[in-house]
């Protein structure tokens, strides 16, 4: 088998409401080999693979894949299965699947979910090993390849503090973003409502607390003075002076960097000169200030402050193992270690515990060696501190801290200025006050571990990571969301984002729109080009100051990586036209109506779907939309949207060359038509009902009326507002229309336009990408023709076609009108342009349905031009 196209879906695509895993995958000669035709396949897979047996399939009952199986199913079917077992089996819980034939003999899609992105591409790989393996009935090693995945999980996973806040944030609805892989910095909530972590830390986290922190020597002094117990102690530069300080406190003592974490460098109980100064060595090599203090008697606790209130506190012990009389020290430390619970770093809920320089040191002060056989019962305590970064262990004690104790906590989280803190408190107990015995906090931590909290060696875990999210969004009700408008369709999506983002920004949001041309940031280009993907989804609703997104949605776009977001206030679906209709497995309308609806059935509960009630496909799709339904129509008439308002629905449409709003019994005028200037008076009938689209989304999003109406006449079809889109010139006395028509619906809607437009004679500048079918391409020709006097055709991306086909197409369609224009192929689009207008004279149109639209605009700087708003009235002469 081969894999010819592996990708993630990063949101509702076309397969599925949710992120999933896409695989277009060619199983050759497997394609004559069905499973019914393997000897004993389910019994080889269920042994390898039990719990396939829950699995429903289409069945519809447990087991029931295991009957497709028997009965004969093709071995993509088999991937997409037990690509979701194997991300089961590493522990990820996922379920959806699809796996649909292609257009073409034994390629198909298989999709499934996936929970992590890296896991559910390397699950695919795998699967599809495993299958042929089952196919050929090779052996197959299960346990190397769910090791491989366990890697890949390693790798890539959230560390549990950080999923812990990612987990409360999801069952709040907050949606959260993976802003770097190679560590745990996430944006939670979206534009200007979001929030970001870095682990623990968050972006309230102050500097200076964050620096106290992490000098130990700063945090004992902000402490002392504020009386809360700590060891008396002193920085030391050398050995000499850290042997001054230990004889003048008096042994025992402890040595510690002055800058560190995660007990690194630490040693405790120091009783003589020579332990001192291995301690010393080893603390100083982490920071060449070291501390030595006084050795405070006492049980090791963490204490987490988060937000000012105490949340956890827990009793922590150091790497150590129980003797049973027989094992040796070295045995007992490897038994310990094979506790699945225990893994590298902080993968697990334990540590691996690895025996270093201070656990010899600390082993040999017990009178002990690794050969030494520990009495039953007795304890061997293998590090010096209690961190569960070095194996050790924790037991949940926060139903016994005392009033006392948990006041002290919270004051010392005010005095530090730390959001989130834990605090190391050695204590014979928290049930007493810390006067009543012997206590000193010896350490405060910015960005605390939770793991000791959520998942404790003994005890009741606690919820850490809700208070975390209780604390950035503190308003429960509050998902951290912006509104977000998608708006898609085969021709005018450009125009009625730009116009929609102009509407929101006139009633004073700041906006983030992405489309076909750029991105913008409240008026800003912050980038140029092609941005109608989910990439810019991502982008935008990044950026900390939008209040509210606009975004282009482009088929490409759904079917590449899906829409880039888990859902969206306001869904446009615009039209749906034959284009680009042969990529991606997309070959007829109605395959591609259902590529569309993708942003519809996206719509959150709550939001609304915005409809053409004049396209029967977008009608029909209306099955998959979500939320509430508001039409647009150009005929007012219309009897589905006649229905729809009698049921209290609202719909936008034209009544005496007006918009208007009706509800029910209400109708509320909007503006004239021809106040609109993107509608040229009322001669570009595609832009009417782009802005009765854009009207009703803005009316979903909140805006009033009155704001709409001041919109739509401020909204002009210039390069400024709508760069090529519809926008007129006039040039020494001829007209230039600069368009981006490069589809017949596209051109059949601009040809109304053109017409209305005197002219001496219409001269166009014309093209279509290669990726267009050629029957598309040759009827794109003949409009071309039946619309101009002179067409010259130049040739954009060829995307997979030979120079000159797409060219040559478009050449033939246009040749093949009776009384034909006058047609050119002149191949580069500049000297095409430079072609027409040495072409065009005064009187003349002059149609420019081109990419470079800032070239032609320059191009025209060589002449007297401006911009026109609108046509002339019907049968006025050019001037």
Not at 7 to 28: C, E, H, K, T, V
Not at 521 to 535: E, F, K, M, N, T
Request: aromatic share 4%; glycine share 10%.
């Amino acid at each position: 088998m081969n894999i010819l196209d592996h990708r993630a879906l990063r949101g509702p695509n076309y397969y599925s409401r949710y992120p999933a895993i896409f695989m277009r995958l060619d199983i050759g000669e497997l394609e004559e080999r069905p499973s019914d035709l393997v000897p004993g396949i389910v019994e080889r897979l269920t042994a390898l693979l039990p719990t396939l047996q829950e699995h429903r399939c289409s069945v519809g009952r447990p087991g029931g894949f295991l009957e497709r199986l028997a009965r004969g199913t093709w071995a993509g079917h088999v991937v997409e299965h037990v690509a979701i077992e194997l991300q089961n089996l590493i522990g990820f819980s996922v379920g959806y699947g699809k796996t649909v034939d292609s257009y073409q003999t034994g390629i198909y899609n298989v999709v499934y979910r996936y929970r992590d992105e890296a896991c559910g591409l390397a699950a695919g790989v795998e699967s599809v090993d495993l299958v042929e393996r089952l196919f050929r009935e090779e052996e197959i090693d299960l346990p190397a390849i769910l090791e491989r995945l366990r890697q890949v999980r390693d790798a890539h996973m959230l560390g549990p503090s950080t999923a812990a806040i990612v987990n409360a944030a999801t069952q709040r609805g907050i949606p959260h973003a993976r802003l770097s892989e190679e560590n745990s910095y996430i944006q939670l909530g979206h534009g200007h409502r979001q929030q970001r972590i870095q682990a623990t830390v968050t972006g309230r986290t102050g500097l200076v607390g964050y620096g106290i922190a992490d000098d130990k020597a700063w945090t004992k002094q902000i402490l002392g003075d504020a009386g809360i117990p700590v060891p008396q102690g002193q920085v030391c530069g050398s050995f000499n002076e850290a042997l001054e300080v230990a004889r003048s406190l008096g042994y025992p003592v402890a040595v510690k960097p002055l800058i560190g974490n995660h007990g690194r460098g630490v040693s405790t109980n120091i009783e003589d000169d020579l332990a001192l100064s291995e301690a010393f060595n080893i603390a100083s090599q982490r920071n060449p200030s070291v501390i030595v203090e006084q050795y405070i008697q006492g049980e090791d606790h963490r204490l987490l402050v988060i937000d000012g209130k105490l949340v956890a506190a827990a009793r922590r012990r150091p790497a150590h193992v129980v003797g049973d009389g027989v094992s040796t020290l070295q045995a007992l430390v490897d038994e310990e270690n094979r506790d699945p619970r225990r893994g590298i770093g902080h993968e697990n809920l334990l540590t691996q515990i690895q025996l270093d320089e201070q656990s010899l040191r600390l082993i040999g002060q017990q009178n002990l060696t690794l050969q030494s056989v520990i009495a039953a019962g007795e304890i061997a305590y293998l590090k010096p501190t209690a961190n569960l970064s070095t194996g050790g262990t924790a037991t949940d004690v926060t139903d016994d801290v005392h009033p006392e104790v948990r006041y002290v906590a919270e004051r010392i989280a005010r005095l530090v200025g730390l959001d989130i803190i834990g605090i190391d408190l050695l204590a014979e107990t928290l049930t007493l006050p810390l006067e009543e015995q012997s206590a000193a906090v010896v350490e405060v931590n910015a960005g605390p571990g939770f793991r000791m909290h959520l998942s404790p060696t003994h005890g009741e875990g606690r919820d850490v990571g809700g208070p975390v999210i209780d604390m950035l969004f503190p308003d429960s009700e509050t998902t951290g969301r912006i509104p977000i408008a998608a708006v898609t369709g085969t021709n005018g999506k450009t125009t009625t984002v730009r116009l929609l983002s102009h509407l929101l920004r006139q009633s004073g949001r700041n906006v983030g729109m992405a489309c076909t041309g750029a991105i913008e940031i409240d008026s800003h280009v912050i980038l140029r080009g092609d941005y109608s993907g989910p990439q810019a989804a991502a982008i935008v609703l990044r950026e900390p100051t939008v209040e509210c997104a606009v975004l282009e949605v482009a088929r490409g776009g759904i079917m590449r990586r899906g829409l880039g977001f888990d859902e969206c206030d306001v869904g446009v679906l615009l039209n749906i036209a034959s284009d680009h209709l042969g990529e991606h497995d997309i070959h007829t309308l109605d395959e591609l109506a259902r590529c569309k609806t993708v942003v519809i059935d996206a719509v959150s509960k709550s939001g609304t779907a915005v409809l053409n009630a004049d396209d029967p496909r977008v009608l029909e799709g209306q099955l998959w939309a979500r939320g509430e339904i508001i039409f647009f129509t150009l005929d007012p008439d219309s009897r589905p949207v006649r229905q729809h308002v009698r049921d209290q629905g609202v719909a936008f449409t034209v009544h005496n060359e007006r918009l208007v709003m009706r509800q029910g019994h209400v109708e509320a005028d909007v503006i004239p038509v021809v106040d609109v200037p993107i509608t040229f008076e009322g001669h570009a009938r595609f832009n009417v009902a782009n802005a009765l689209a854009a009207s009703a989304a803005a009316y979903a999003l909140g805006l009033s009326i009155a704001e709409i109406q001041m919109g739509l006449q401020t909204f002009h079809p210039t390069p400024g507002q709508n760069p090529g889109r519809t926008n007129l010139f006039d040039a020494d006395g001829m007209k230039v229309l600069i368009d981006y028509g490069h589809n017949v619906p596209a051109l059949e809607a601009l040809s109304e336009l053109i017409g209305a437009i005197p002219a001496r004679q219409r001269i166009s500048v014309a093209s279509a990408p290669g990726n267009r079918r050629d029957e598309d391409l040759f009827t794109l020709g003949t409009l071309l023709a039946k619309m101009h006097d002179v067409v010259f055709i130049y040739e954009t991306d060829a995307r997979g076609r030979n120079p000159g086909d797409a060219a040559r197409l478009l050449r033939e369609g246009a040749e093949s009108v009776p009384n034909a224009c006058r047609v050119e192929v002149i191949m580069e689009e500049q000297q095409a342009v430079e072609r027409a207008f040495d072409e065009a004279s005064e009187g003349d149109l002059l149609v420019l349905l081109i990419d470079d639209v800032e070239g032609a605009i320059e191009r025209l700087k060589g002449r007297r031009f401006r911009s026109v708003a609108s046509t002339p009235p019907e049968g006025e002469q050019p001037p």
